[in-house]
């Protein structure tokens, strides 16, 4: 079979089912008793173990096998869950991880993994591992129930798929009064109250004869619910003329279902399906009397196929090129002033608007792509510090374009390593703050109005303003006659200035003597902002926001002489005509008063050295007034064009790094304006 066409799919499916493994482990976690959970993982495990067989990547097969050896010895409950176990479990996930990211990068998918299988084998041997005990599952006596029932291959594979799932299978008995009248319709309305709550596998006597009343005054059913034995009893006995019900819960020892045999599933699959609802196994043997079978429950699925994003990229090229003749056939419109044209124009104009709609929401992806690696990371660490930490995940469904997705991963890392480092305190120092020992990170993202807001809080100890302030004096960034007048705010950022470090010894975990300062770079050049706000002793919030897309944009065009240039929308605050005799003189800076505010001016004709032919000062300044974070600044220009949405186009390689300028646009009218960096401006 001609594998390299089905590559591409095998390792996004891999990543899913590594993904599902990883969330689900952190569930059993928290719930180590919970064996649906371990169906789960075991089933993601299965699956990428025949996956990784039919492409031939062995190696990633066998480790998949011997870990879901593991899981298959704890689900059948021969060995506990401990953190011991589940760390050799997520050692395997990561190792599974980074052989399938070899293999997207064009490797073939080999690792040394021989410590970790070693580790597997021990624990599914119930040996020791690393000096700890495997813990073996106490056997609770109980008292051996005699199945009045039998079953057929198909009925066992039916029950062993509920137990897989976490249902619970009833033997049920029901004894009718000996003077009861109308028996086939008290078993009916047993039948009715089973159905509502869980689904009958088989009856006996049959169905048949059941509703024919072909029986004395009792009968079985094999029954799976979740629903306890007191609850089911108690319902079932509210029916008349029902003198006696047994409720037996059957372990899954008792049946001797046929081992698994699920085929992998296949990558070729052109069509993605969303994930069953967990319920009652939809094959029901037996129908209630008198009535129809119950539907069979559908798998649903979701009509998405996969898409290259090459191909999302060439489409978004193209419609940035519709964008580009958009705006120079209105041009053309408003100079021509012809009606028809105009009208076909102002059609086209809405109806691009709806395409770039749906482009755009294409490139969308939600956040939780990158927010799931979280989990897993925080846990790991905080063993490694030996700190009790939660992390909490908020609005992962929101949504951003994918460029800029692909960017805000490293920088959330930094921010979350740096609040479980340096934020969150060790359980005794918490303790004897007074603070429950278990620190909690939350991580949120929403959106609001054209931007995504990513903000990472922790119940830390919040930034250290001696320490901080004393670092900053040292390195030059504040004198000691200011240091005391600065808010804590202001003190905060200076955490995110080059190099700068707090930390007495450098580690791993954050930092590296490097501080914030990368992470600030990379969140402005995408066109965002990053703020911190903190409370000594009470915790920290990293507020990131971000444009939801970075490709079209809107813009407040301008004019300095005759050249034009492009503000971003969302940068701008408000516009403003002002007199020369309002500019005032504020150390050697020329500023106005904006709103009770100084605000410094900064004229984009001296910036850019736009060569004057004549002077363009008749009295009156057009000023557009910008922001970042809590700074403004007025950017002085000769006239306002108005607003207009325009495509992002780079400089190139050839005009790389030029001061407050982050790239270029075509207008309508052929020519080219530059985009101001207002973030670069304001200092």
Request: with cysteine; proline share 4%.
């Amino acid at each position: 079979m001609e594998v390299n066409q089905y590559l591409e799919m095998f390792i996004d499916e891999s990543k899913e089912h590594l993904q599902s493994c990883s969330e689900h482990l952190l569930d059993l976690e928290k719930n180590p008793n919970d064996l649906a959970i371990v169906s789960e993982i075991f089933r993601s495990a299965h699956t990428l173990k025949g996956m990784a067989a039919t492409m031939g990547f062995e190696d990633l097969a066998d480790l998949t096998h011997k870990m879901e050896n593991v899981l298959d010895a704890i689900r059948n409950e021969k060995i506990s869950v401990t953190s011991e176990i589940l760390d050799v479990v997520f050692e395997s996930v990561d190792h599974l991880e980074e052989m399938v990211n070899d293999i997207a990068s064009g490797g073939d998918g080999k690792r040394d993994v021989s410590q970790t299988v070693e580790k597997l084998k021990r624990i599914e041997a119930q040996e020791p591992i690393d000096g700890i005990a495997v813990p073996q599952v106490e056997e609770v006596a109980t008292e051996a129930v005699e199945s009045k029932l039998s079953f057929d291959t198909f009925e066992k594979t039916v029950i062993n798929q509920s137990f897989d799932q976490g249902f619970t299978v009833y033997e049920i008995y029901v004894k009718l009064r000996d003077d009861c009248l109308l028996k086939a319709a008290r078993v009916f309305m047993v039948f009715e109250i089973l159905e509502k709550i869980g689904e009958v596998i088989k009856a006996v006597p049959t169905v048949e004869k059941l509703e024919e009343e072909q029986f004395d005054s009792e009968f079985y059913i094999a029954f799976v619910s979740k629903e306890d034995t007191t609850a089911l009893q108690e319902k079932l006995l509210k029916v008349s003329e029902v003198e006696l019900v047994e409720v037996t819960a059957v372990s899954k020892a008792q049946f001797n279902a046929p081992e698994e045999q699920q085929q992998p599933e296949p990558v070729v699959a052109p069509v993605q399906q969303t994930a069953p609802v967990q319920q009652a196994p939809a094959q029901v043997v037996e129908q209630k009397p008198a009535e129809k079978a119950p539907a069979k429950a559908q798998v649903a699925t979701s009509k998405t196929i996969r898409v290259n994003i090459e191909r999302l990229d060439i489409l978004m090229n193209l419609f940035e090129e519709l964008v580009i003749d958009r705006g120079r056939l209105q041009s053309i419109s408003s100079e021509v002033n012809h009606s028809e044209l105009t009208e076909t124009v102002e059609r086209m104009s809405r109806t691009m608007g709806d395409l770039q709609t749906i482009v755009l929401t294409m490139r969308m992806v939600p956040v939780e792509t990158v927010f799931n690696r979280f989990p897993k990371m925080v846990r790991q660490i905080s063993r490694d510090l030996n700190k009790k930490i939660r992390l909490d995940v908020i609005g992962a469904e929101t949504e951003l374009d994918r460029t800029v997705i692909d960017e805000i991963g490293d920088p959330l890392v930094h921010l979350i390593r740096n609040s479980v480092d340096h934020g969150i305190e060790s359980p005794e120092v918490r303790r004897a703050n007074g603070k429950p020992e278990e620190g909690t990170v939350q991580l949120r993202a929403f959106h609001s109005g054209n931007h995504v807001f990513i903000e990472i809080e922790d119940d830390g100890a919040g930034v250290n303003r001696e320490k901080v302030l004393s670092k900053a004096i040292a390195r030059g960034l504040v004198t000691p006659e200011v240091a005391p007048t600065l808010s804590d705010k202001q003190v905060a950022e200076f955490i995110m200035a080059a190099g700068f470090s707090t930390a007495d010894v450098i580690s791993d975990i954050s930092g590296r003597g490097v501080g914030l300062d990368v992470v600030k770079t990379t969140i402005e050049s995408l066109g965002g902002q990053i703020s911190i706000d903190s409370t000594p002793g009470k915790g920290s919030v990293f507020s990131i926001q971000l444009p939801l897309t970075l490709s079209i944009i809107s813009v407040m065009l301008v004019e300095i002489e005759k050249e034009i240039y492009a503000i971003p929308l969302s940068s701008i605050i408000e516009t403003s005509i002002i007199r020369t005799s309002d500019i005032l003189n504020a150390h050697n800076q020329k500023v106005i008063d904006f709103r009770g505010k100084v605000v410094p001016l900064v004229f984009l004709e001296e910036i850019f050295e736009v060569p004057r032919t004549e002077p363009a000062n008749d009295g009156f300044h057009s000023v557009v007034i910008v922001r970042k974070n809590d700074k403004l600044a007025g950017l002085v220009v000769d006239s306002f064009i108005g607003q207009q949405e325009i495509v992002l186009k780079s400089l190139g390689n050839y005009l790389t790094n030029i001061f407050a300028i982050s790239g270029a646009t075509i207008l309508g009218n052929g020519k080219v304006a530059l985009i101001v960096d207002c973030n670069a401006l304001i200092k």
